[in-house]
């Protein structure tokens, strides 16, 4: 297709208003826009880093379970490889948070130095390194896998702050909803993967299996990301001319400039809170169920380990799929001025939370098989929708801070990694069904709260202490990027 619109803003002729019109797209073949292939690359990328966090959550049921083993006299023995009662089970699942809390603002801080990239990328390979030798080191001592655990929480911490500092490069004011949820979705996705191959990995070929192979499989992707990423368009060899005139007209001119951070003004601002409440809600809710569905569906389901993986995988999957409905939604509305950004962030994340208020308190007492899994699952996967609320919402408000934001907010929304399994092994002590739903009705009860905050707070403008002062007293609003932020 030819590029002959002028930049600027262009008539829509169905609306009537100004839409933001002016690359006519290379190729409908995504592949052919380097934008999307960083967004892909990312998303493998989270796809890898959940399941290197989420392997252990599968791993354990194997670990701890009861072998039925018949000595040579026809005697029945019942051996358990790793005695570990629930409050060290609970200690061991919640160790890689203890490292992961640690280093979020870090990861944000440096991307914002040295390029997203370089830190994205180290942060999965050492973690991929540290998962291939989680085995040996489980069988010496407890105590190692438990330092282990928290390297590789340290290690993946600055994972989703400097994806920020990507997206600030590379996407266009009107693609951030489905760019940053592209390459988010590679989480759950990748959890969908996890939950019913790692349990039937450890089932088949042994708990440690899974270990080997998905570390494995985090340093090939890194080869790749290595080298096919670059930190600017313009640093890449291999984008169209095209391409890289719109993301930097859209942009703004990038410099290559240190970024300096108003800190007291981010650290007050309503705005920024709102989000980080959202986050933290969403994160209690995902965490819980990331770390003890196995678990639960074991113990009051009564469900067999592979089956368990593929009941526990389909929350993940519907959420994955509705982030990418969302995020498309997201955009769709805010380029046609259907909505504007303020009321499409707090629309998608306040009726997920509602929505997920209900049907977790609605878990908490259909305690049955079927009734359970599409409670969990309906839960779950409109979380797909609040993604494409508050994640987004960082870089609405501040994208030159984007990264370091993500990292204040994803270190406050990790306590929920810490906190949930912790609580869940004090609570459920004798695995009853009663138990449990003290722990349905915590999730419930947060959700609702991150809704009511987030419903009053949160705002989709570029915050006043973002604003580039010199640049941006200069030329005005002359500049469309200043239009589309504050849509």
Known sequence: ME????????????????RYDEEEEVSWMFWHKRRYIVAVLAFFGFFVSYILRVNLSI?????????????????????????????????????????????QLLGGWLASRIGGKRVFGFGIAVTAFFTIITPPITRYSIYLLIAVRIIEGICEGVTYPCIHAIWANWAPPLERSKLA?????????????????CGIMAERF????????????GLIWYVFWTIVVKDHPEDDPYINESELKYIKRTLGTAEHQKVSHPWKAMLTSPAVWAIVAAHFSENWGFYTMLTQLP????????FKLEKTGFLSALPYLVMAM??????????????????????????????AFISQTIFMACTAYILTPNGAVTCITIAVGLGGFAWSGFSVNYLDIAPKHASVLMGIGNTIATLP????????????????????????????????????????????????????????????????TMEIDNL
């Not at 590029?3 to 100004?18: F, R, Y």
């Not at 061991?92 to 992961?100: A, M, W």
């Not at 042994?206 to 499989?217: E, N």
Request: charged residues 20%; proline residues 3%.
């Open 295 to 302: 678990t639960f569906m074991n113990d009051v389901l009564n």
């Open 59 to 103: 791993a354990i049921v194997k670990m701890t379970a009861n072998e039925t083993a018949i000595d040579v006299n026809g005697t029945t023995h019942y051996n358990r490889e790793f005695d570990w009662d629930s409050k060290l089970q609970g200690l061991v699942l919640s160790s890689f948070f203890y490292g992961y809390i640690s280093t």
């Open 181 to 197: 949820t592209l390459a988010f979705s590679g989480s759950f996705v990748g959890t969908v993967f996890a939950m019913p191959v």
């Open 417 to 480: 990694g810490i906190l949930s399994p912790l609580i869940t092994g004090y609570i459920v002590k004798e695995k009853t069904a009663d138990e449990w739903r003290i722990v349905f009705l915590i999730a419930s009860i947060i959700y609702l709260i991150g809704a009511v905050i987030y419903g009053i707070f949160a705002s989709g403008e570029k915050q006043a202490w973002a604003l580039e002062r010199k640049r941006e007293q200069d030329v005005g609003y002359d500049n469309p």
């Open 322 to 351: 509705v982030l990418q409905i969302s995020g498309h939604l997201a955009d769709y509305f805010r380029s046609r001025k259907i909505l504007t950004t303020t009321q499409v962030r707090k629309i998608f994340n306040c009726s």
């Open 206 to 217: 042994g708990w440690p299996s899974i270990f080997y192979v998905f570390g494995t499989l």
């Open 3 to 18: 590029n002959t619109k002028e930049a600027g803003a262009s008539k829509d002729p169905g609306h009537g208003t100004l």
